[in-house]
Structures are given as structure tokens and as C-alpha cells.
């Protein structure tokens, strides 16, 4: 046997050896995606207007407070939509002060007069345009960090089929309600500073500023463990300023923790910029309250007993898990809107065990046919065929592995089509070495001739694949994306099976012995 021949057996073993040792055992090598192994697949809607809204309304509280400091008496900043306010009661004298005041705000909303002292703003189409994508984006990033947080195994978080819309898929989950809530749960930390309360409820809390709540206060209710020194766990309403000293935005990090009575708890600690501004506003209000708000609603309301720099903690009665969800989610960061479920199906890992069940049936029956029909047409060449394309299903699995690809049922579809272009690279090249022999080459010679002048065409047809499987993966969504992977996988392994196994294994055969002629 020649020595290149040698050197090219050994490689072919040693890829596939390589092979077999990523992907066995299958069952704990090769991930499954959601269609074979179950899981949860939800479409969710971001509501952007409440973006927008938190952005308005944040501008029109720092219009208040900008017309506070500056002295001007009797303005009331109002939002009157997501993208739009009012404002009333600007002094004559006051204008400038006024007009200086909002030169910031109108990069970003444009400004028109309704009258003396009163002006509207809207924010400019372009802001809006921006503002919905970026929280779109936001949602998504924050979506996929607790997912990724979960412990599902090859989650996919992607965009779906409209501007607004999420794709989510979390193979394996058993657990789809708490996901669900850990998904679409805000988790909006604020800590702000409390005016007024407690009160037994909404109705005595307004009274107690004559029914007409200023603008910069808001009325927040409690949860119904928030303790409040003697009188019962229920529910409480709390009035509290309505810019708060600091938000989830600050924080560092968040984890779960035991309380003094060894109650879970989540602690937080704040972040470089955080942890100045608390600490200042800390040491402004020793003595008063602090509302330690999440999603709207009150957690606990401690008093400030001094200045607070870094850390942090929220307690009240959770079970571990739900300190855990908690703490979960305050880390992987504030959804910037809520969400709202457009679709959700749930696959059973039975329904999965009959798809990887029918794909295996329907790729060996392939397999089958295709070795029929090689065997019959071409004689004992085909064995040559079918070596080389078992060896590249070895190899794609075994790529797959390496790669960490997920399997999918689309994907065994691209198994399927990988055996078709196997035997479609096998046909070219059988061809031309018959077409050789009919023109009175030696074996050896029309065996050389045939690989030799079919790798181009087999080249060229692969690589016109590839850009098509490139197309799908990069506009396609999961179950292409799993097709599109698995065909990419397959054309490669299958430009080395065809042109450099197949090649060999006619080369060791003809090396062994002198013949005259070829079963093909």
C-alpha cells in the first residue's frame, strides 16, 4: 500500500473516531431542540407606549422640579398622553425662565403655545421612532439574560414577525408558569422617599391633601405583609414623592439572602453612581421613611436610621423560591415595558420522543432506498457510496456536537437532504468514470479523471447551497435556523466524504490488485 494511502486512512479514522467520541452517548451529547425534547414556545408583545410613557412623564417631573428650584411659583406640568404634556400656569415675568428651562427638553419634544403661560409639548416623530426600537431591543436583551438565567439549555430569544413582537422558546421547561412570570415580570426597583402614611386605604390618603394629590406626590399601595408597629399585617396605601432617589438602573448586583429572623430576603448593592446619590439623599432624610417600591407596589418601608452608601435589602414575607425569582430578575435588569403573551404552546416530551422517532424511521428509510438503488445501478461501487455517506452522517452528528448545534426536527429533515446530496455527488462522479472507461482509460486512470474533473462541479454546487443556507439562517427564524445549521453542517462534511473518502476507499481497493475492469 502506498504511504499517502496510508496517511489518508489513518486520517479518515482518526476524523471519525474524533466523530463518534462528540456526539456519544447521543442522549447526553446531542441537544435537542424544543419540537424533540418539549418545552414551552411563546410569542410576547412589548407594550412600547409604556415606554414612552415613562419617558414623558419623567420629563415632566424634571420640568417640575427644574421650575421648582428655579422659583417660578403656580406651574403645573401635566401628561396628557404616552408622548405629550401640558404645561400651565407659567407667571409673565417668568417666561424666560421658563423658555431656559425647557431648551434640553425640546431636543427631544417640540414645543407650541396655547395661550399666555400655557404650552403643550410632543415628542418628535423621530424620538418616538427610536424610543420603540431601543426598548424593543432592551426587552430582548434583558428576555434572553434571564432566560439564560433559568438554566434552559439552547434557549432561542429572537426577534418575531412584527416590530413589537418576541419569539421565545425554552426547550426542556417543565416549570412554564413560573417562567412565564420571571419573563414578563417589570421588576422596576424604585426607592422613594415617603410623605404621608400609612393609610387604611386610597380614599384617606387623598383626603389627607384635601382630595387634590400634588403632582409630585403619588399614592402607592402596600403588600399586605408590609408591618406597620401595632396594628395587623394588611393592606396599606403610602403617599410618596413621585422621583425616586434611585432605581433598579443603579444597582450592581442582587441576591438571595436570610433576614434577622432568618426569613428570605433579597439584598442588593448599588453600583459606584448609586451609591452617591443614596447615599446622599440617606443622610438628608435620617429619620423618615423610605418606600422601597417594586413594580408599583410597596415592599417595605423602613426608616432611615443613617446614611446608606452601598447596600440594601428587601424583606417581607417570600418563600425561597420567590426570593429567588426575585433576586433573579432585579439582576438581569428592569424590563423597560410590560409584556403581554400573543401565543403559547406547550410540546410534551412524549410528542417530541414520537418526532425524533418518525425522523429516525424517515431517515432510514431514506438510507435504505438510496442503498438500494446505488447498489442496483451501480454495482459494487455503491458500496463505495454508502460507505461515504454513513461516514458523513458520523460527521455531521459529530459536528454538531462539537458546535454545540441543536438539534431540531427541521434539522432531521437536513439529515435527510444531506443523504441526497451525498448521492448526488456520488452520481457525478460515478458518471464520469464510466464516461472515462467508455473512452478506453485504464481503471486507475479513469478513477483519477473522474474525481479530478468533478470537484469543481461538486465545489461549485455546495458553495451555491451554503449561500442559500446562509440566507435562511441569517433571515430565518428557530426551526429554519435548525434547517439552515444542519445543511450548512452537512455539505461541508459532505465535500470531504465525497471527494476525499470516497476517493480513498477506490485507491486502497485499486492498490491491492491489478484489474482490467470496475463493477460500476
Do not use: C, W
Amino acid at each position: 500500500m502506498a504511504k499517502n494511502i496510508q496517511t489518508r486512512v489513518l486520517i479518515i479514522v482518526g476524523v471519525i473516531a474524533l466523530a463518534v467520541f462528540a456526539f456519544y452517548p447521543p442522549d447526553q451529547k446531542v441537544r435537542l431542540g424544543l419540537d424533540l425534547k418539549g418545552g414551552v414556545h411563546l410569542v410576547l408583545r412589548v407594550q412600547t407606549d409604556d415606554a414612552l410613557r415613562l419617558l414623558t412623564e419623567g420629563t415632566a417631573d424634571q420640568l417640575r422640579e427644574a421650575m421648582r428650584s428655579a422659583n417660578v411659583p403656580g406651574v403645573t406640568v401635566t401628561p396628557t398622553s404616552a408622548t405629550a404634556f401640558t404645561v400651565t400656569g407659567v407667571p409673565g415675568d417668568q417666561d424666560a425662565a421658563f423658555r431656559t428651562a425647557t431648551t434640553a427638553i425640546e431636543l427631544s419634544y417640540d414645543r407650541a403655545s396655547n395661550g399666555p403661560g400655557a404650552y403643550s409639548f410632543q415628542m418628535k416623530p423621530n424620538i418616538t421612532v427610536d424610543n420603540r426600537e431601543s426598548t424593543v431591543n432592551q426587552a430582548l436583551q434583558t428576555i434572553e439574560r434571564r432566560v439564560n438565567e433559568l438554566g434552559v439549555a439552547e434557549p432561542i430569544v429572537a426577534r418575531h414577525s412584527e416590530a413589537d413582537q418576541i419569539l421565545v422558546q425554552l426547550p426542556g421547561v417543565s416549570d412554564v408558569n413560573r417562567a412565564k412570570e420571571i419573563i414578563r415580570s417589570t421588576a422596576l426597583l424604585e426607592l422613594k422617599l415617603v410623605e404621608q402614611g400609612p393609610f387604611a386605604d386610597e380614599a384617606a390618603a387623598r383626603q389627607a391633601y384635601g382630595g387634590s394629590v400634588p403632582p409630585d406626590v403619588q399614592i402607592l399601595p402596600a403588600r399586605p405583609d408590609v408591618v406597620v408597629p401595632g396594628q395587623p399585617a394588611v393592606g396599606y396605601f403610602y403617599a410618596v414623592r413621585r422621583v425616586p432617589a434611585v432605581t433598579g438602573r443603579d444597582l450592581r448586583a442582587a441576591t438571595q439572602q436570610l433576614d434577622e429572623y432568618n426569613r428570605p430576603a433579597v439584598g442588593f448593592s448599588f453600583n459606584t453612581e448609586g451609591a452617591a446619590k443614596f447615599g446622599a439623599f440617606t443622610a438628608a432624610n435620617i429619620g423618615r421613611q423610605l418606600a422601597v417600591v417594586l413594580d408599583g407596589r410597596i415592599q417595605t418601608a423602613p426608616r432611615i436610621e443613617s446614611r446608606i452608601d452601598y447596600d440594601g435589602r428587601i424583606t417581607g414575607t417570600f418563600s425561597p423560591q420567590e426570593a429567588a425569582d426575585l433576586s433573579l430578575t432585579l439582576r438581569s435588569g428592569a424590563l423597560p415595558a410590560s409584556l403581554t403573551y400573543l401565543e403559547e404552546r406547550t410540546v410534551g416530551p412524549s410528542l417530541g420522543a414520537e418526532s425524533i422517532r418518525a425522523g429516525v424511521t424517515a431517515a432510514a428509510g431514506g438510507l435504505l432506498l438510496v442503498m438500494l438503488f446505488m447498489l442496483v445501478y451501480y454495482k459494487l461501487a455503491g458500496f463505495n457510496a454508502l460507505t461515504s455517506i454513513v461516514v458523513n452522517l458520523i460527521l455531521l452528528l459529530g459536528l454538531m456536537s462539537y458546535l454545540g448545534a441543536v438539534m431540531t426536527l427541521p434539522g432531521i429533515a437536513g439529515f435527510i437532504l444531506t443523504i441526497g446530496m451525498g448521492v448526488d455527488s456520488n452520481v457525478l462522479i460515478f458518471e464520469r468514470i464510466k464516461e472515462e472507461l467508455g473512452a478506453g482509460r485504464a481503471v486507475k486512470q479513469a478513477v483519477s479523471s473522474g474525481f479530478d474533473r468533478v470537484f469543481l462541479t461538486i465545489l461549485d454546487t455546495h458553495v451555491a447551497s451554503l449561500i442559500a443556507a446562509a440566507f435562511l439562517f441569517q433571515f430565518g427564524t428557530g426551526p429554519i435556523r435548525g434547517f439552515a445549521t444542519t445543511l450548512t453542517i452537512g455539505l461541508l462534511s459532505n465535500v470531504f466524504t465525497a471527494v476525499f473518502v470516497s476517493r480513498t476507499m477506490f485507491d486502497l481497493v485499486l492498490s491491492r490488485r491489478q484489474t482490467t475492469t470496475l463493477s460500476i
